[in-house]
Every structure is written in C-alpha cells, then in structure tokens.
C-alpha cells in the first residue's frame, strides 16, 4: 500500500496553477509560452497538464478569466461602483496604471498584450482578445451614455467618441506600462486624459 501511494503523483492545487500560468501568459503573451515553459512553471509533466486543462489555449483561456475577474476586474468594478462617470473613469485609469506597473508582477494589460500579433493557426485566441477589448469599450460607452441619460454630461454628448477615447487612453497606458514608463508619469496623465469630461459637464452647467 505505501508504496503505491509513494508512485502516485503528487497532487496539486488547480487555482494555484492557474495562478502561475496566469503570470507566465501575462508576461510572455500566448505565443511567447511553450509546453516546456508551463511545465517548468507549473511543476507538473505535460500529461497532467493537458488532463487538467485540456489544451494550451483552454489553459489560456481560463488564465484570462482569473486575469479578469481579480487583477485585470478593475474597470468592470469602478463602472459599477462609483456615484458618477468622472468619478468611475478616473479611478479606471488611476487603479489601470497601478495595476500595469505593480513591482513584482507582469507589466501592462495581460488582455492587451498577450497575443496582439499570432501565427494563422491561434487567429481564434487573437481574436477573442479583441472580442474582450471591444466589450471593454462598449462598458465605457454604456456608463458615458448614462451619464448623458442622467444630465451628468451635456445632451448631445458623442458617449461613443468619449468612449473609444477612453479605452484608447487605457490601452495605451497597458503599451507605456510595458516599455517601462513609470507609474508616477503615467498617473499625471489621467487628469489631462479626464479633462474632456470637465468641458462635457461645463456646458451642461455642472
């Protein structure tokens, strides 16, 4: 009996090697990750991998999952939390840029940056990403158009300009981050970034 518990092999927690895959997809992107690289990071041979998670690309796919709903869920919650759409944006730059440049952890936006260019054959992980970032944009918007909708912002107010600004201003927050721009440069941004919702809210006697 003991020694066929000493041939079995160890078991291993399931989150914790998301976790790990997590950081090695966020720093290196998809492509940039190979089979013997999660096998050295995770600590497990490439038959339990594939048994656990099927595939490189669900493996993937659940990391950007655990990716969004922690580090990379900022955004999702400011739009939900705060009382105003200045409020709500400006804490999503400020919480995007000390996300991106965290000491010790991958920089930039692991939804951004892990797969902005690939080989035909991951088209479908490429686009994914872009699915992810479009829907970012249309959480922007929507939260812009309720601020029209509630007269925080002037009638007539372009919410969809307003938003593909903003999700510009984030995506290139995530590019900077990861050339190495440091947090307290890109936190004296967000004010200039911001100022457009103060014309917004002028004219409509805020």
């Not at 041939?7 to 997809?25: Q, T």
Request: a negative charge.
């Amino acid at each position: 009996m003991e020694a066929a518990m000493a041939g079995r092999p160890r078991e291993f927690d399931r989150d914790e090697a998301l976790a790990k895959a997590r950081d090695l997809f966020w720093a290196r992107g998809y492509e940039g990750v190979s089979m013997a690289d999660l096998v050295e990071a995770l600590g497990l041979a490439s038959a339990r991998i594939y048994a656990a998670f099927g595939s490189k690309e669900t493996l993937f796919r659940e990391a950007v999952a655990i990716y969004d709903a922690g580090e990379g869920g900022f955004a999702t919650r400011a739009l939900a939390e705060e009382a105003t759409a200045r409020a709500a944006i400006e804490r999503v730059l400020r919480e995007a840029v000390e996300t991106y440049t965290r000491p010790g952890r991958p920089t930039g936006c692991m939804v951004v940056s892990a797969a902005t260019n690939c080989a035909s054959a991951n088209e479908g992980i490429r686009s994914w990403l872009g699915e992810l970032r479009r829907r970012r944009t249309a959480s922007l918007v929507t939260r812009l158009e309720q601020a029209v909708a509630d007269r925080e912002l002037a009638p007539g107010t372009d919410a969809q300009m307003l938003g593909d600004y903003f999700a510009t201003v984030l995506h290139g927050l995530s590019v900077q981050a990861r050339d190495g721009v440091s947090k307290d440069r890109l936190l004296m941004m967000i004010n200039a970034a911001t100022s457009v919702l103060g014309q917004a809210e002028h004219s409509a006697g805020t």
